[in-house]
Nanobody, 130 residues
Framework: VQLVESGGGLVQAGGSLRLSCVAS????????IAWFRQAPGKAREGVSS????????YYADSVKGRFTISSDNAKNTVYLQMNSLKPEDTADYYC????????????????????????WGQGTQVTVSS
């Protein structure tokens, strides 16, 4: 399993960025992909997830209405469209993956827990200036 993130950068508050997570080495449509973020000195936070097979999504309260997760199965890629960015969105963003059988056990959890996700990308940095 390999995950490669891209799309991070520096943006002003109120701006937008789109992160990409390109997956390889596994059957993409039988996995769930999540985005986590970690700000300096803070714990890693689950932001959003999508189960590729049925398209069901999850969003943390902190990003609902501003972030949108989507997938392009032909490109084995998951996107995180981030709009109305705030300085508190500044963090390193990571994508993570679990297979469908593991997702079946996780799908009703109230929030994403990094301990449940076994495969990770290297991260991409997002900085939102005020």
């Amino acid at each position: 399993v390999q995950l490669v993130e891209s799309g991070g950068g520096l943006v002003q508050a109120g701006g937008s960025l789109r992160l990409s997570c390109v997956a390889s080495g596994f059957r993409f449509d039988d996995y769930a992909i999540a985005w986590f973020r970690q700000a300096p000195g803070k714990a890693r936070e689950g932001v959003s997830s999508i189960y590729i097979s049925d398209g069901r999504t999850y969003y943390a309260d902190s990003v609902k209405g501003r972030f949108t997760i989507s997938s392009d199965n032909a490109k084995n890629t998951v996107y995180l469209q981030m709009n109305s960015l705030k300085p508190e969105d500044t963090a390193d963003y990571y994508c993570a993956a679990v297979d469908g059988s593991k997702w079946y056990l996780l799908r009703f959890k109230a929030r994403l827990d990094q301990a449940d996700w076994g495969s990770w990308g290297q991260g991409t940095q997002v900085t939102v200036s005020s």
